[in-house]
């Protein structure tokens, strides 16, 4: 039997390995966490986003039941290729359909593609990188996989999604700046008048923002809490219905309807959710009789867009006082643009003193942002393929197999699978695999969303640019820590001795988001931190997961087993996720994150259940 050092010649695993896993690693961060952060910024439903975002896990799910065809049609090395090919061009496709009317529908189709392809993949580079390497080389590698496995997911879900923002920020109109400030004689808002606004303002050239002022006065005192909720009830009110604020084009009208008429939605969906929204629902109430005073604005185009144009109000400098109670982010089109969008200010009730802050208005052409985002993937992503082509080496041992043993194949394939299933007490061990992330599987759609989402809405009101540094750098670098730091512990002690501070420590941190929800902070570095430490804890914690699934598979067909283990592990993932979005509209992120905090007790329970040896996992002496 060749030696698959003898068949890969002299060229060093340094040259192809690192790559390899970058390329395996950057579909799964696009399509499991940037699609999620594009489709919020297109104005997709939190419902939508997780229920269809999730069912993108499915080619990850069923994975375990093609790998037989990749093993025998062809070498590994030839699938490694044409995937990364289709790849590549699933991504300038998804480009390509960002602008377009249709692009839910169309986006969605190609992610799949892409998803589909990249489980593909995976199951070709994990038996390729077994086939070149001997196994001495093989251990030696697993940390540069993991590693370069994390360098594409900070890729994807963070330097990617920077740039988006990056180039979100410089494809608009020029920014205004406008300034709040507090006066002891300013006059007081007590209603919103729209009549005033009903007659169309006529085109006046170049496209540019208007605002009707750009110094608004508060007086500096507390207001009647009725007064306040009406004109903040009324100005929310003109701002819905002439479309600067709701669904926008990402929502699914059609869906929607279609929704409304099915028997689902007539006899669970709707009525369990208006249960929730009445015993759950964000709470508006206010605790006392006054409230914070209100200054008002309004903003518009000067012309027709032609496309979308969505204003972002964002604090610049000065006292965090003054904040924005409505208006964060407006959208202009053709149908809207001649009529002002109304942009609310409230102090802090206990401001008593003269102070001022000062915000900054900007757009961006977010359809274009994106498009010119995923235009670079794919065009790295196809410069990773062509690299790949060439110096990929060609292990005598990765040859196609006979077509005509595809039969005999799949039928031992099926013996290998009945054996997982007549494994001792696999209801615990499967009941582990699907509810030991049954929080975090919740808590990972709606995390971009609540970052993204106007703080009027609940949300902390971060830029794009802000989430994918926040959540997609110096989260995943926590993240890695996390796992790093689980490994090193579980080898020393041997996972028994660890796996219940895993569970504490993965679980526990959830209540981070909790306390956002609830305090809405705006100190990046405090939110940053917040992140992070929830994100460190799921890497410590993971940890235990990923071993006990090598514990699960160990025995004759360990690889068969491990790669059934991860079909469970993104089922589990996959199922809780759909319904997250429609809940956190029903009962709003503060409720929301508290009930992800409660559903952390199935994964203490099912870990209290399963079997584990002593010292399994860790190294010997």
Known sequence: MLSASSSSGSRSPWAWIPTLYLAQGLPYAVVNVMSIILYKNMEVSNAEI?????????????K?????????LKTRRLW????????????????????????????????????????????AADGFYMLALPEKQQAYFVGVRSTFFRVAMITGQGLLVILAGFVQERTGLPPLKLEVETQPDAPLVETIDSSAWADPIENSGELRLIISSSNVVIRPEPASAETVDAVLSAAKNWNVTNAFVGEGEGGSGKATAA????????????????????????????ATTAAGNLGVTQLRLSAPPGRRVVATVAFADGDRSISIAEGTRLVFDDTNWNRPAVIVFQLDPKLRHATRTHFVIRTGNIPFAWTVTFAALAGFFLLLAAYHRFILPRPVADRQGDPGTIGSFLREFLRTF???????????????????????????RMVAPFLLDAREAGGLGLTTGEVGFIYGTVGIIALTLGGILGGMLVSRHGLKAWLWPMVIIMHVPDAVFVYLAWAQPVD?????????AEQFGYGFGFTAYMLYMIYIARGPHQTAHYAI??????????????????????????????????????GFLVTALIPLEKDFGRKAE
């Open 524 to 532: 990046r570095l405090l939110i940053g931190a917040c992140v992070a």
């Open 64 to 72: 375990p039941f093609w790998s037989p065809v990749v093993d025998i």
């Open 50 to 62: 997780a229920f269809y975002t999730s069912w993108l896990n499915l080619p990850w799910v069923l």
């Open 565 to 602: 283990c991860t079909g469970f592990m993104a089922a589990g993932l996959m199922v809780p996720g759909m319904w997250s979005g429609w809940l956190q509209e029903q009962i709003g992120y503060q409720h929301f994150f508290t009930w992800v905090l409660i559903a952390t007790l199935p």
């Open 418 to 444: 009945g054996s997982y299933f007549r494994r001792n007490r696999i209801g615990v061990l499967l009941l582990f695999l699907l509810l030991y992330r049954f929080a975090e599987a919740q808590l990972v």
């Open 80 to 123: 490694i290729w044409i995937t990364q090919l289709l790849v590549g061009a699933g991504f300038a496709a998804v480009g390509l359909a960002i602008p377009a009317p249709f692009f839910f529908k169309a986006t969605l189709i190609l992610f799949w593609i892409i998803a589909f392809s990249s489980a593909t993949h995976d199951i």
């Open 259 to 286: 929704a409304d008429r099915s028997w689902w939605h007539r006899n669970v969906s709707a009525p369990l959710g208006a249960f929730l929204r009445e015993r759950l629902g964000r709470n508006t109430e206010k």
